[in-house]
């Protein structure tokens, strides 16, 4: 039993010191493979402790040369640390950008408030912008004055009445009579110092202004984007307009970054074949043809012709809008409500209050 244990003990303590020395193996081939220098230092220091002659300056000077570079880029990686990031570009300062000058027709009717307050609030995303407000009336209404006022807008209110023989009557279509015309022209001719305003800014803009004139009626649809593509107009710049012309959307055809001819459906003859949306006008070229207006007497679908032919060649037309492949406009339109049962409660006395602006 004794020769027994005796036997284990010495099998465990072969095998611990079998053990031991595999580790030391291991543990002296990993020290070879990462610190060849410490291995060089130990040999050369072996080599001074017994006498012999030993060359210590070059391990000596690479291991310096090391240190050096890892505290050089350790102070580079600092100074990095310490710099500020760099500021983001910076758009253009409101003041640096051409003012946009939106011409909007309007005429009393039920929605032309619920029109105008959606239309403001478009408009109120766009920097660098002035409303150019044109009533068809006699004199200014307070429901279009007090939406000016609250609209926190640059504006200008302008009031011109349409000509008896120019209205449409009741139950005629639109196409009848061009809407619109005498405002549009009125406010062509405040931009020309003709003077007419009755609210707002007063002043027409300064000879050599920068700036576009876009005419937008209070009933279409526009995305914000639109207004940044027309602003940096020279000429006359064009884009497509949806939902119009019997078509999901009517616009200038482009090769090559110009226009050479246009998609519509209805007289595609005519000279300008665009929507009253579907183009801007640079503010110089404007002043610098004083008779070009729009023409009330104009056959249907030709009331943009008759402005754009004063002022621009087809083939000089500037594309936006990724080369016209982008509706940004829409030509919407409200539905006229019914008030049937308004109507008969005013017949019993009992209508909306009168005084409640809608």
Same mark, same amino acid.
């Given at each position: 039993?004794?020769?027994?244990?005796?036997?284990?003990?010495?099998?465990?303590?072969?095998?611990?010191?079998?053990?031991?020395?595999?580790?030391?193996?291991?543990?002296?081939?990993?020290?070879? /493979?990462?610190?060849? $220098?410490?291995?060089?230092?130990?040999? @050369?220091? %072996?080599? !001074?402790? #017994? *006498?012999?002659?030993?060359?210590?300056?070059?391990?000596?000077?690479?291991?310096?040369?090391?240190?050096?570079?890892?505290?050089?880029?350790?102070?580079?990686?600092?100074?990095?640390?310490?710099?500020?990031?760099?500021?983001?570009?910076?758009?253009?300062?409101?003041?640096?950008?051409?003012?946009?000058?939106?011409?909007?027709?309007?005429?009393?009717?039920?929605?032309?408030?619920?029109?105008?307050?959606?239309?403001?609030?478009?408009?109120?995303?766009?920097? /660098?912008?002035?409303? $150019?407000?044109?009533?068809?009336?006699? @004199?200014? %209404?307070? !429901?279009? #004055? *007090?939406?000016?006022?609250?609209?926190?807008?640059?504006?200008?209110?302008?009031?011109?009445?349409?000509?008896?023989?120019?209205?449409?009557?009741?139950?005629?279509?639109?196409?009848?009579?061009?809407?619109?015309?005498?405002?549009?022209?009125?406010?062509?001719?405040?931009?020309?110092?003709?003077?007419?305003?009755?609210?707002?800014?007063?002043?027409?803009?300064?000879?050599?202004?920068?700036?576009?004139?876009?005419?937008?009626?209070?009933?279409?649809?526009?995305?914000?984007?639109?207004?940044?593509?027309?602003?940096?107009?020279?000429?006359?710049?064009?884009?497509?307009?949806?939902?119009?012309?019997?078509?999901?959307?009517?616009?200038?055809?482009?090769?090559?970054?110009?226009?050479?001819?246009?998609?519509?459906?209805?007289?595609?003859?005519?000279?300008?074949?665009?929507?009253?949306?579907?183009?801007?006008?640079?503010?110089?070229?404007?002043?610098?043809?004083?008779?070009?207006?729009?023409?009330?007497?104009?056959?249907?679908?030709?009331?943009?012709?008759?402005?754009?032919?004063?002022?621009?060649?087809?083939?000089?037309?500037?594309?936006?809008?990724?080369?016209?492949?982008?509706?940004?406009?829409?030509?919407?339109?409200?539905?006229?409500?019914?008030?049937?049962?308004?109507?008969?409660?005013?017949?019993?006395?009992?209508?909306?209050?009168?005084?409640?602006?809608?």
């Amino acid at each position: 039993m004794k020769l027994k244990l005796k036997n284990v003990f010495l099998a465990y303590f072969l095998v611990s010191i079998a053990g031991l020395l595999y580790a030391l193996v291991q543990l002296a081939k990993g020290m070879d /493979r990462t610190l060849p $220098l410490m291995q060089r230092f130990r040999d @050369s220091a %072996t080599a !001074l402790s #017994s *006498g012999q002659p030993c060359d210590c300056l070059p391990p000596l000077r690479a291991a310096a040369e090391q240190l050096r570079q890892k505290d050089l880029r350790i102070s580079q990686l600092q100074a990095e640390l310490r710099r500020p990031p760099p500021a983001p570009a910076q758009p253009p300062e409101p003041e640096a950008l051409p003012t946009i000058y939106v011409v909007t027709p309007t005429y009393a009717r039920l929605v032309q408030k619920a029109e105008l307050v959606r239309l403001s609030q478009t408009l109120s995303l766009v920097p /660098r912008l002035h409303w $150019l407000l044109v009533e068809d009336a006699e @004199s200014p %209404t307070p !429901l279009v #004055s *007090g939406l000016l006022a609250a609209s926190g807008l640059l504006f200008t209110h302008l009031v011109v009445l349409t000509p008896k023989a120019q209205r449409l009557r009741e139950g005629e279509p639109g196409w009848v009579h061009p809407r619109g015309v005498e405002q549009r022209n009125k406010a062509l001719d405040w931009l020309r110092g003709r003077g007419g305003a009755v609210g707002g800014e007063k002043d027409p803009p300064p000879p050599g202004t920068q700036g576009v004139v876009y005419f937008a009626d209070d009933d279409n649809t526009y995305s914000r984007e639109l207004f940044e593509e027309m602003r940096w107009t020279r000429g006359v710049s064009v884009w497509p307009v949806g939902l119009v012309g019997g078509l999901r959307f009517e616009g200038p055809q482009v090769r090559d970054g110009r226009v050479v001819g246009f998609h519509t459906a209805w007289e595609p003859n005519r000279p300008f074949p665009v929507d009253m949306a579907g183009f801007a006008v640079a503010l110089p070229l404007l002043l610098a043809k004083p008779n070009a207006q729009f023409d009330s007497t104009a056959p249907r679908g030709h009331l943009e012709s008759s402005l754009l032919s004063h002022l621009v060649d087809p083939k000089d037309l500037e594309p936006r809008a990724a080369n016209c492949t982008r509706v940004l406009v829409w030509h919407t339109r409200t539905e006229k409500p019914k008030m049937k049962q308004e109507e008969q409660l005013q017949r019993q006395g009992r209508g909306s209050d009168p005084a409640i602006e809608v």
